[in-house]
Each structure stands twice: as structure tokens, then as C-alpha cells.
């Protein structure tokens, strides 16, 4: 017996990622692999390092994609900064600030917890107090946007905290890149990592970086080797930072990055301030819609990110049949809440190329079909008018 292909549905993807990929990078990842050094491939990459600038809002000469997903340019920034012995201070408000937490440790440092409430922003005084306790503290990390609550904490203000206090700074723009504000040079910011799959609407699997010189500094002058062979950015320089003479270091996955690289030109074409703006405005459809039938936001509107929607899931709903529901009728991935929040969100994405118009109308109609059927406490045949008012006021 023969094991036929496969053929996965067409699904909407508004969860926390991947979102839904642009048809135009389904093509490009389906164009003829050619080697990674030759030179055709070695001309796009560059282009893409100058994307990539674009997209971080940066002129850093590091600034290239990590050939591994985004957990793997978290790894690249914590196993190239944090030597053993170091302390870094941690901010936690949700899920990857503990990730953050187990990377200092497996390299050998001491992480000092900041911890914020799930779905709160990181509270600058908590930070501020921190570093004035541990003056002996290296680095500041911290998620922009946390994903697993759809808060927004305040990037340029924590940056600014670090370097009055000598640290260097990791930041998590995984949500963040491309949805919303963020400007690596202009706040900052040292080490960024982020990924394809969120707002970029990319096949997952690359993880975007950017370092600073001044975090380069760190990284040639370390005294001990960094204890990863893949990420050691020492060694990855010499093959993305190469220009033409690269020195053979893994080979790249060529066509994700054909994928990426396609990505990169829509975000471009389109501009990266209206991108932001239409996040904006989608989300803002999306709240109007979801608030008409009654539902509630977990995070308060100044830190609420457009393109994460935590939403919090009525009294007596079941969690699993509404999203089994969702996906196996109409076709609608939304995401479950993680952690703290496990059975008492869901978590909306409007990331990239699914936050449009019709992604809306989808979820909102499909969300008030699915919630009435089972007697759910909403309010009914209002939502939909709600975000038609929203989009037209907009546009
Ligand atoms: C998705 C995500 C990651 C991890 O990215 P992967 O591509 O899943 O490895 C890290 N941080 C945040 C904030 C995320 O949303």
C-alpha cells in the first residue's frame, strides 16, 4: 500500500500563529531551490538583510534571519550575550518572559524576576527598582508584545531604564514586527529577535535578528565561547555577513527564505507605518463586533495589542467544542489561552495578512453561529452591523 500525499484544508488561521500566509509567498516557497552560495541566491539574501533593516526600522549591520524558528533567535540572543555568572534582569507577564527566564539559566546565569499580572504591561517601577537593586546586572530582557495575553509593554521606556543602569537589552518582537510601532534604532534597542509566522504572514521556521554594535562588543569580547555551535553569532557572521566571499556554515533553508524575502517585499509595498494602521483598524472592527455581542477584553485599551485579542470566554461556554466547532464547521483556527489564562480566553490573531475585512465578518459570524447554537450568554444579531459600522467609519 502506497501512503498518499498530503493535503492539508484551507483553514483560516486567526490564532497566535502562524497566520494566514499570503498567496504570494505560497508561490515564491514553491519556486526551483538553487544552491545557497550561488550567487543569484547570495544577491537575495543581501536584499533581504536590507528588508529586514526596513522592517526593524535599523541601519545595525547585523540584521539578518536565524535558519530556525523564533524560539531559536531567542536562543541566539541569550547564548551570545549572557556568558556564565552574569545577571540578567527578567520582566515576566506572561509565557516567554519564563522562557527568557530558562535561557539565562542553561547559560550560566542568574535571572532576577520581574513579574507582572498575566495580561498587564510591565510596570516600569518594578523594572527601575530592579536594576537599582542589582547594579551589578548585565542585561534587561523583555517581550514587547506578549503573545499569550496580548499586552503591549512600553519598549522605548524600558530601553531607556536599562542604559541609565548600564545594561544591555534583549527584546521579543516576535508579535510585534510588522503589527505594530517599533523602531529598533530610534528607542535603542541592543538585541531583537522575532519570527516569520505572526505578523510578517510567512511559513514559520526563521527567526529575524538584529544586533547593535554595541551588543557585538559583547559578543567578540566574551571570555568564554558561546556554548552553541549553531548560534554562535561569531561563527554565523562569517556566512550572512560575508558578502560575497561566505564561508560555508549550515546550508539555508532556501526556499523559507524565498518565502521570507517575498514577505519582506509586500511589507515594503505597502509600508510599514500603514501596516501598523491597518492592525489598527482591523482590530478596532474586530473589538466593535466581539464588544456588540458581549464579550470582554482582558487587557486595558492603552496596552492592548491590535493584532492579539484575549477576549475572555463567557460563563459556562466550553472552551475546546467552541473551538473544535470553529475549526471542523467553518474552517476557523482561533487560539486557546495558555498558562494562567488555559480555559478562561481565547486569543483572536489579526496578524498580518489575516487581519482584513473579511477574516472579521468570517470569525464574528462564525463566532455568534457557534455561541447561539449552544445558548451561550450573548447578545445576538448585532455583532455583524457593529463591525461594518467600525470598517466603514474607517475607510
Ligand atoms: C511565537 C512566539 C515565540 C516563539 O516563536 P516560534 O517561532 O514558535 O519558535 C516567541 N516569543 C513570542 C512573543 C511569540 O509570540
Known amino acids: 500500500m502506497t501512503t498518499p500525499s498530503f493535503n492539508p484544508p484551507v483553514r483560516t488561521l486567526m490564532g497566535p500563529g502562524p497566520s494566514d500566509v499570503h498567496p504570494r509567498i505560497l508561490q515564491a516557497l514553491a519556486r526551483p531551490t538553487i544552491g545557497h552560495l550561488d550567487p543569484v541566491f547570495v544577491d537575495m539574501m543581501e536584499q533581504t538583510k536590507s528588508l529586514l533593516q526596513y522592517a526593524f526600522q535599523t541601519e545595525n549591520a547585523l540584521t539578518m534571519p536565524v535558519s530556525a524558528p523564533g524560539s531559536a533567535g531567542m536562543e541566539t540572543c541569550f547564548v551570545n550575550l549572557v556568558e556564565p555568572g552574569d545577571k540578567v534582569i527578567v520582566c515576566q507577564n506572561g509565557v516567554f518572559g519564563g522562557r527568557m527566564k530558562e535561557n539565562v539559566e542553561r547559560c550560566g546565569g542568574t535571572a532576577i524576576m520581574v513579574e507582572d499580572e498575566w495580561g498587564k504591561a510591565v510596570d516600569l517601577e518594578k523594572v527601575e527598582a530592579a536594576l537599582q537593586s542589582n547594579s551589578d546586572a548585565k542585561v534587561l530582557a523583555f517581550v514587547h508584545a506578549e503573545t499569550s495575553t496580548g499586552a503591549r509593554s512600553d519598549a522605548k521606556e524600558l530601553v531607556e531604564l536599562a542604559h541609565r543602569h548600564d545594561c544591555l537589552t534583549i527584546v521579543d518582537s516576535v508579535t510585534s514586527l510588522g503589527g505594530s510601532e517599533l523602531k529598533v534604532d530610534e528607542w535603542g534597542i541592543d538585541s531583537i529577535y522575532s519570527g516569520t509566522q ?19 562588543d559583547k559578543v567578540r569580547n566574551r571570555s568564554s565561547k558561546v556554548q552553541s555551535w549553531f548560534l554562535d553569532l561569531n561563527l554565523v557572521m562569517g556566512y550572512w555577513g560575508g558578502g560575497q566571499k561566505r564561508a560555508y556554515h549550515h546550508t539555508a533553508p532556501v526556499n523559507g527564505l524565498y518565502g521570507l524575502h517575498e514577505a ?40 492592548r495589542l491590535p493584532q492579539l485579542n484575549a477576549v ?19 474552517n476557523l483556527e482561533i487560539g486557546a489561552g495558555l498558562g494562567a489564562l488555559a480555559g478562561k480566553v481565547w486569543r483572536i490573531g489579526l496578524m498580518g495578512h489575516s487581519a482584513r475585512a473579511e477574516n472579521i465578518l468570517l470569525c464574528v459570524s462564525s463566532l455568534e453561529a457557534v455561541l447561539s447554537e449552544m445558548e451561550a450568554p450573548i447578545n445576538r444579531g448585532v455583532a455583524l452591523a457593529a463591525v461594518q459600522k467600525s470598517l466603514s467609519a474607517e475607510s
Not at 521556521?205 to 544586533?211: H, L, M
Not at 501596516?275 to 483598524?281: F, L, N
Not at 472592527?285 to 496596552?303: C, P, R, S
Open 312 to 330: 475572555s470566554i463567557p460563563e459556562g461556554v466550553d472552551d475546546a467544542a467552541v473551538r473544535g466547532r470553529l475549526l471542523n464547521e467553518y
Open 198 to 216: 505572526k505578523c510578517l504572514s510567512c511559513a514559520p521556521g526563521i527567526s529575524p535578528i538584529s544586533f547593535s554594535e554595541r551588543a557585538l
Open 264 to 303: 519582506l517585499c509586500i511589507l515594503q509595498n505597502e509600508g510599514l507605518e500603514n501596516s501598523w494602521a491597518r492592525h489598527r483598524k482591523m482590530h478596532n472592527a474586530l473589538k466593535a463586533g466581539l464588544e456588540a455581542m458581549g464579550l470582554t477584553f482582558i487587557v486595558d485599551e492603552a496596552h
